[in-house]
């Protein structure tokens, strides 16, 4: 293989060829209906915030190739159709979701709730990791625990999910660090897709964050979690 080919970062043994969507197409089509009714809209990444976008395909809205054909279909698809499913379920659920409100995994997955949920924190695992090799000054987290992770279907320790309730905005908020009173530093983004949020956390083992009790995550065995406010600012 030629030095300018760009590995997959998840199997490091093919070349990266596949440009992934950095917010889940189905997530945008049922947000804005095949023929894009609303658009367009403000998306916020890495590079820039409020970026006009007049159509679903708009190229912004797929990451650079980062990751392998192999490792963006058979290897992560039972992720993104998890993730897919509770996102349907989140947002068009005959109760809307109310701030603090108990949300149980085993109503969203009627079967194997505990692996469809891990299979959803793999999900964000493959966004984080490529925001981690995308980020031009690069985020200070290492990515191989990330690749670990999905190639062998277990999670990772240190990354956190919550879900709450959105303001109705689409984007991703870029991952911001936040320093704890004892000067460690978590990360935390967000993905916005209209009146759902879900903030990913990366918090190194030993970290304490008061919000992380606040957070779902599969080590602790248990579907259930708690509806946050992540509305941002009013
Ligand atoms: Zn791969």
Not at 74 to 94: I, V
Not at 154 to 171: C, N, S
Not at 172 to 196: D, E, K, S
Request: glycine content about 8%; some cysteine; proline content about 6%.
């Amino acid at each position: 293989m030629s030095d300018n080919v760009t590995l997959c970062w998840i199997c490091k043994k093919n070349a990266a060829t596949t440009r992934e969507h950095r917010i889940k197409h189905s997530d945008l089509r049922s947000i804005f209906g095949k023929f894009g009714r609303g658009l367009p809209f403000y998306y916020s990444d890495l590079q820039q915030p409020n970026q006009l976008v007049q159509s679903l395909n708009a190229r912004l809205l797929k990451a650079p190739a980062l990751i392998c054909q192999d490792c963006n279909s058979a290897r992560t698809q039972p992720h993104d159709r998890a993730w897919e499913h509770m996102s349907m379920w989140l947002r068009f659920r005959s109760m809307p979701l109310h701030i603090g409100g108990r949300v149980r995994g085993d109503k969203i997955f009627k079967y194997n709730a505990q692996k469809e949920m891990l299979n959803v924190h793999l999900f964000f695992l493959k966004l984080f990791g490529g925001m981690i090799c995308e980020a031009a000054g690069g985020l200070p987290i290492p990515i191989e625990p990330f690749a670990e992770a999905i190639m062998a279907n277990r999670f990772h320790r240190e990354v956190y999910l919550q879900f709450g309730k959105g303001d109705g905005t689409v984007g991703i908020l870029p991952a911001q660090a936040i320093t704890l009173p004892g000067g460690h530093v978590i990360f935390i983004w967000m993905y916005r897709i209209g009146p759902v949020v879900v903030n990913v956390i990366y918090a190194q083992n030993g970290e304490y964050w008061e919000n992380l009790d606040k957070t779902w995550h599969p080590k602790w065995g248990k579907t259930n979690f708690r509806v946050a406010d992540l509305m941002g600012p009013r």
